[in-house]
């Protein structure tokens, strides 16, 4: 297969990458090096299956060529990250919305029908404090210009890009909203939990934990999420519908933390931040986020092979001491 990935020397992409590469199959990864970061596909660069773009989507000559050569495209190029999505909110619709209208256009164009799958996130149910989180329950948006609000809605307009893209040229799109993903090269730079408290505990340092730590996530492993994906996109039946991809384990913050310290053997301590020194002060902290999963068992049989405890002593194990924003 032709595998073009947007975003494919991200976190999220560089793992789709080392899928596919194993599988046998042909790897285009175009990125921008935003978030993205060379490092992460170092170890496949010079593999004779793969090819690396710097480009910018939205400026990038070859997206109609990439388009119309790929069986199967992974759109993952987004503006992503806490701190990022805070301090560039112009790029936020820019990006994530002026990409993925540039991607789905130049596939309804080519001639042909690749399988597409869209990242959409579990930030599009927006401040809903549901104990679980389904796919057809009615998302919750306030008025506000902070940039989280402009991310879950960003995200929401790449299904509803999705859909009609669907409905109107038959395209094969699978929508995946990804709850917290985790693992092996996520960096903490622009704000994932699970790697700066890693940063923190490897180098003994407190770990910061906003708010009260009360809050709660449901992290899952990012080979997990990517073989989720690789899944739906040959699913006919998911295309077009929105499908919660993630894991039902539901940790608070404060616990994560103390879960790190164990697996570390850190001698660290635990501080609180406040939620508005850690973002600023129209900061809209979400408590909760759960997904349900029965869609994407039904649909895929998907059964999750890492636990958290997994993800933490690997994302230990590939270790890169990295530049910590904020409280660092
Ligand atoms: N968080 C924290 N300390 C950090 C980074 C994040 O306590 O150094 C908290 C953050 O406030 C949120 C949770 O961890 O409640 C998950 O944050 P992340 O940015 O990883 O994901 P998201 O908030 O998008 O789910």
Redesign the pocket.
């Known amino acids: 297969m032709n595998i073009l990935i947007t975003g494919g020397a991200g976190f999220i992409g560089s793992h789709v990458a080392t899928f596919h590469l194993e599988r046998g199959d042909e790897v285009v990864a175009v990125d921008d090096l935003s978030t993205g970061n060379p490092a992460n596909v170092e170890a496949f660069k010079s593999h004779p299956r793969f090819r690396f773009v710097h480009a910018d989507l939205l400026a990038w000559p070859g997206l109609a060529g990439a388009a119309k050569v790929a069986d199967r495209i992974y759109h993952l190029a987004a503006v992503v990250?806490?701190f990022r999505v805070l301090k560039d909110p112009v790029r936020i619709t820019k990006v994530n919305v002026g990409a993925t209208e540039a991607l789905l256009e130049a596939v309804a164009t080519s001639g042909h029908l690749p399988q597409v799958v869209i990242a959409s996130s579990?930030?599009v149910y927006g401040r809903s404090e549901a104990k679980e989180l389904g796919e057809e329950d009615d998302v919750v948006f306030t008025p506000h210009d902070g940039g989280l609000t402009g991310y879950g809605l960003s995200k929401l307009v790449n299904e509803i890009q999705a859909h009609a893209y669907r409905e109107s040229f038959g395209l094969p799109v699978a929508v995946a909203r990804l709850f917290?993903a985790?693992g092996p090269r996520q960096t903490?730079t622009y704000?994932?939990?699970?790697p700066?408290?890693v940063d923190?505990a490897v180098k003994g340092k407190p770990?910061?934990?906003?708010?009260d730590?009360r809050?709660t996530?449901s992290f899952c492993d990012v080979r997990d999420t990517v073989a989720a994906l690789d899944l739906l996109a040959g699913c006919r039946a998911a295309y077009g519908v929105p499908v919660n991809v993630g894991t039902t384990r539901e940790i608070s913050?404060l616990d994560?933390?103390k879960l790190v310290i164990e697996r570390t053997g850190s001698n660290s301590e635990i501080t609180f931040?406040p939620?508005d020194e850690?973002?600023g002060a129209h900061f809209e902290?979400?408590m909760r986020?759960r997904p349900v999963v029965r869609r994407l068992q039904e649909l895929t049989g998907f059964r999750p092979r890492f636990t958290l405890e997994n993800t933490i002593d690997d994302l230990v194990s590939s270790h890169r001491p990295a530049p910590?924003h904020?409280?660092a």
């Open positions: 990250g806490m579990s930030s917290n985790a903490g704000g994932f939990v699970v700066r408290f923190e770990l910061t934990v906003y708010g730590g809050q996530r913050i994560l933390a931040v939620f850690a973002y902290h979400i986020r910590l904020a409280h």
